[in-house]
């Protein structure tokens, strides 16, 4: 047993799912999907040996990471691009979530916890079904969440309104602060709404966090 016995798998099962809802670009454990204004991420994440034992689970077991990063919102990453198209790795997304373990899993020699690790045995006897219980969460509940990022008003919202829920949502910081800011200010100003991209982007800037895109001279020199 292998990691190269799970990515086979993975590409066996899952791929011609995602395949099928739009995804396009593909690596072993990362699939990548393409809209005007956003980027849908579902990464297989793997674990070395640290990690492995301090979780308590195996190096083929994996965690399901979706993300969803927002294109009209400025920053240095993601630097990895494929045919001219940015990939974004999830944990760059402005909004990500965790799929939970779908399937009752006896693990007596492990002190695995955690219900979002999908546990592989050593022997991979367990490889098969797993994968295949992936595949179905992901399709009865992982691809349905990317659906509400289709609505920008809802997006907005999201941002102005609801907090981080580490079950479900997350990534976007607390509610206020400048990373919060940062992201109402952009998107808002993408959608027209400009009294309310000032108030936010201010907020941001004078955090200290961020810079403006146009220094002051050169705002200056525009007028």
């Given at each position: 047993?292998?990691?190269?016995?799970?990515?086979?798998?993975?590409?066996?099962?899952?791929?011609?799912?995602?395949?099928?809802?739009?995804?396009?670009?593909?690596?072993?454990?990362?699939?990548?999907?393409?809209?005007?204004?956003?980027?849908?991420?579902?990464?297989?994440?793997?674990?070395?040996?640290?990690?492995?034992?301090?979780?308590?689970?195996?190096?083929?077991?994996?965690a399901i990471n979706l993300g969803?990063?927002?294109?009209?919102?400025?920053?240095?990453?993601?630097?990895?691009?494929?045919?001219?198209?940015?990939?974004?790795?999830?944990?760059?997304?402005?909004?990500?979530?965790?799929?939970?373990?779908?399937?009752?899993?006896?693990?007596r020699q492990w002190r695995l916890?955690?219900p979002d690790i999908w546990f592989?045995?050593?022997?991979?006897?367990?490889?098969?079904?797993?994968?295949?219980?992936?595949?179905?969460?992901?399709?009865?509940?992982?691809?349905?969440?990317?659906?509400?990022?289709?609505?920008?008003?809802?997006?907005?919202?999201?941002?102005?309104?609801?907090?981080?829920?580490?079950?479900?949502?997350?990534?976007?910081?607390?509610?206020?602060?400048?990373?919060?800011?940062?992201?109402?200010?952009?998107?808002?100003?993408?959608?027209?709404?400009?009294?309310?991209?000032?108030?936010?982007?201010?907020?941001?800037?004078?955090?200290?966090?961020?810079?403006?895109?146009?220094?002051?001279?050169?705002?200056?020199?525009?007028?």
């Amino acid at each position: 047993m292998d990691s190269n016995q799970v990515n086979k798998e993975i590409r066996q099962r899952i791929r011609p799912l995602l395949k099928s809802r739009g995804f396009s670009q593909f690596t072993a454990r990362n699939s990548w999907r393409f809209h005007d204004d956003r980027i849908d991420v579902i990464n297989f994440r793997s674990f070395n040996q640290y990690m492995a034992t301090l979780l308590g689970c195996t190096t083929f077991s994996f965690a399901i990471n979706l993300g969803c990063f927002l294109t009209c919102i400025p920053q240095d990453v993601p630097k990895k691009s494929r045919d001219g198209l940015r990939l974004p790795e999830e944990y760059q997304c402005h909004f990500r979530c965790g799929l939970r373990r779908s399937i009752w899993q006896c693990i007596r020699q492990w002190r695995l916890r955690r219900p979002d690790i999908w546990f592989i045995d050593r022997k991979g006897k367990s490889l098969s079904a797993v994968v295949e219980a992936a595949k179905t969460r992901l399709e009865q509940d992982g691809l349905t969440w990317f659906e509400r990022f289709s609505n920008r008003d809802e997006v907005l919202r999201i941002l102005l309104e609801e907090p981080e829920n580490m079950r479900r949502l997350w990534g976007f910081g607390a509610n206020p602060s400048p990373i919060r800011s940062y992201l109402v200010g952009h998107l808002a100003s993408a959608m027209g709404k400009n009294e309310l991209a000032e108030e936010h982007l201010a907020a941001a800037w004078q955090s200290g966090r961020f810079k403006p895109l146009v220094s002051e001279e050169q705002a200056e020199e525009r007028l």
